[in-house]
């Protein structure tokens, strides 16, 4: 495979210790992915892997910042398989254009951007240049299924 | 009448319960519509009917999962109404783009998808395949005027 | 200097008591805005000035209605400046398209919508029919950095 995207995809894949190969469920009557005006929009994803959300909980009191931001990461990560699977791979990304990163936060926690970094991190180092992007991160009082994150985005696509 | 997607907006109308063809009310000083790039932006809808929102509180404690659907679905037809002011009726919708649901949670609920369900079937009831979207589903603290659910929306219009 | 609105957006930071013509601060590893198929995206912006957040705090307890439409009006500002930076002036703004607005807010406080109201009207005196926009206001559990006040947007350029 000499799609160096990829290649970077599987690294983070390997370093988070999940198999994002799989199909990935769906919670509800939506689409993943919807591509108009040469724009897809991914719909908000939870750090699911296989059937399970891997970190559940708050942050700020069960969950801590770091558990948060490896839930970021995984959230990015499905917003990769889904675009990959959309567009056939990572190279049809022409720029991320704005992710929104939702985080379960108890009354005290104010470190939603740092959570959020954790996920532009890894979009810049997957995608490079074309992985930077604007965002807008909040701290929300519940998520389905109890996920500590949530992350959607819009990507421009060739 | 011969526009189905309008026939079957009537229909969900009269199961509702509700007559949505007054005025629809404005909390602030914006637009409920604006159209760019072949895209219609909805701003934030609750479940107001007339100048009443029809169902507040918070999920989980004095608001059931089915009062929340409800509640979902009437501020989805509220959006329907005001596509069908904007472009002179429902058949100008050629895709629901994205779709973001905001519903008041109590701690322990965590049924933000089974509350954003019921408006996502109810759009793809009324606008077939054009009705499926992608979607945003989050907990959040409070919204305007109590109510238990918001939701946006972008639409590709012809 | 003959723009308008640069002369109105002055005005604007003259009332509000602060000086926007430094760089402004970024919280993470992402960009301010980015421009793509002619709509500029913003990054969610909060009330600050300098590296100061100017209003830190829950609407409804520790902060007044007054104060949080203060914070909404800041973070208005910013994004104004944001345009301007890219855009080399708010002239190249066409029409503002849409505008989240999300209000820290304690349990029993409802006005989500007139804190928003302070930054629609302040979009509207400062680009006049070109501020008006759509927009969803809602109360989320906490903000980076504290900020009582989040409002993103997205807008469309010359």
Redesign the interface.
Known sequence: MSDTRMVRFQAEATRLGYDFSGPLQI????????K????L????QVPRVGSEVVVVGEAGTDVTLERAQHAAQVCAMRARVLIAQAEGSLDAVQ?V????V?T???????????V??AA??LL?RVLGPAG???????????????AVV?L?M?V?VA
């Open positions: 919670g509800g009557n939506y689409v993943s992915t919807l108009h005006g040469g724009v929009h991914i719909s908000g720029q254009l704005s992710v929104r939702y379960r936060s108890a009354p005290g926690f104010t470190q939603q951007s740092e959020a970094n532009s991190d810049v930077t992007h604007t965002r807008t991160s909040v701290g929300v009082a519940q998520l389905p299924k109890g949530e959607d819009a421009a």
